[in-house]
């Protein structure tokens, strides 16, 4: 890109770990990004995994359609007066916690950067978040120090019975650890809008790809899984948020003015 005059790379989304930003910057290209789109968009999914993969919607759904209105195996649980337990509390994990409140939840969180200013969440330990929550959702960004934050160890932890939800990065979730959980009965429901394997999709365009086989298929085969293809970010409001920012960080390139998302 560098040798063909590219002077500046527009992210349409919050993550850069796909830009090497190092080599970026020795060769003089900016890396520009939306932080911020639609945090509310990725929360309702967020809560909308956590509702379909509880009360067996999906299955439901099947089932109707097959004129089967029987409820075996539908059985969920009350959200409300339960805890919710929120990894990471930047914008979407803010969102995700006022949502739970309003399903009459106790909300509890764990952030390596509390922010003192929330008072409609209580910051705890990461192992006591894991040990008394029955939905976890993850919100934090995909960095060295939380990948594979969902492992065997830390799911060990968690209760028995525990509801997990993952709208962030794929990798924070190391996946033979959680289908080896799964196996043992941990978890009541999992709800995926990412995965590790996303990078290795190769898409042909927007309505067909070819998937890769292995855990993306495994995971599909446990009844209590429920995912979808990383869409939690894709309402009209967010695309246009994405669209006007984009524009804008190239216009403020264009224009010489302050470039307050560039990444380095």
Same mark, same amino acid.
């Given at each position: &890109?560098?040798?063909?005059?590219?002077?500046?790379?527009?992210?349409?989304?919050?993550?850069?770990?796909?830009? #090497?930003?190092?080599? =970026?910057?020795?060769?003089?290209?900016?890396?520009?990004?939306?932080?911020?789109?639609?945090?509310? !968009?990725? !929360?309702?999914?967020?809560?909308?995994?956590? $509702?379909?993969?509880?009360?067996?919607?999906?299955?439901?759904?099947?089932?109707?359609?097959?004129?089967?209105?029987?409820?075996?195996? $539908?059985?969920?649980?009350?959200?409300?007066?339960? %805890?919710?337990?929120?990894?990471?509390?930047?914008?979407?994990?803010? =969102?995700?916690?006022?949502?739970?409140?309003?399903?009459?939840?106790?909300?509890?969180?764990?952030?390596?950067?509390?922010?003192?200013?929330?008072?409609?969440?209580?910051?705890?330990?990461? #192992?006591?978040?894991? /040990?008394?929550? #029955?939905?976890? /959702?993850?919100h934090c960004p995909m960095t060295p120090e939380t990948e594979?934050?969902?492992?065997?160890?830390?799911? !060990?932890?968690?209760?028995? *019975?525990?509801? &997990?939800?993952?709208?962030?990065?794929? *990798?924070?979730?190391?996946?033979?650890?959680?289908?080896? *959980?799964?196996?043992?009965?941990?978890?009541? =429901?999992?709800?995926?809008?990412?995965?590790?394997?996303?990078?290795?999709?190769?898409?042909?365009?927007?309505?067909? /790809?070819?998937?890769?086989?292995?855990?993306?298929?495994? &995971?599909?085969?446990?009844?209590?899984?429920?995912?979808?293809?990383?869409?939690?970010?894709?309402?009209?409001?967010?695309?246009?948020?994405?669209?006007?920012?984009?524009?804008?960080?190239?216009? %403020?390139?264009?224009?010489?003015?302050?470039?307050?998302?560039?990444?380095?």
């Amino acid at each position: &890109l560098a040798d063909n005059g590219v002077k500046i790379i527009l992210l349409r989304c919050a993550g850069f770990n796909n830009v #090497d930003i190092k080599r =970026a910057k020795e060769r003089g290209v900016l890396v520009m990004r939306v932080p911020g789109y639609s945090p509310e !968009a990725v !929360a309702e999914h967020a809560m909308a995994l956590a $509702l379909a993969s509880n009360r067996h919607i999906h299955k439901g759904y099947i089932k109707v359609r097959e004129n089967n209105f029987s409820l075996v195996g $539908l059985t969920g649980l009350n959200f409300f007066k339960k %805890t919710a337990g929120i990894i990471g509390t930047g914008k979407i994990g803010q =969102a995700m916690a006022k949502i739970c409140r309003g399903f009459g939840m106790k909300v509890i969180a764990y952030d390596l950067f509390p922010n003192k200013n929330l008072d409609f969440l209580e910051y705890v330990s990461l #192992d006591e978040l894991l /040990s008394t929550s #029955d939905l976890i /959702s993850l919100h934090c960004p995909m960095t060295p120090e939380t990948e594979h934050l969902i492992n065997s160890e830390t799911i !060990a932890k968690m209760k028995d *019975g525990v509801i &997990l939800v993952n709208t962030s990065r794929g *990798g924070l979730i190391k996946t033979d650890d959680l289908i080896a *959980g799964i196996r043992d009965h941990k978890f009541f =429901a999992v709800g995926l809008d990412v995965y590790e394997e996303e990078s290795a999709y190769v898409y042909e365009d927007m309505s067909s /790809s070819i998937l890769p086989t292995s855990t993306i298929q495994r &995971l599909l085969s446990f009844p209590n899984v429920t995912m979808t293809s990383h869409q939690g970010f894709f309402t009209v409001e967010a695309l246009t948020n994405i669209a006007e920012t984009t524009l804008e960080n190239a216009k %403020t390139f264009m224009d010489g003015a302050e470039m307050k998302n560039l990444v380095h």
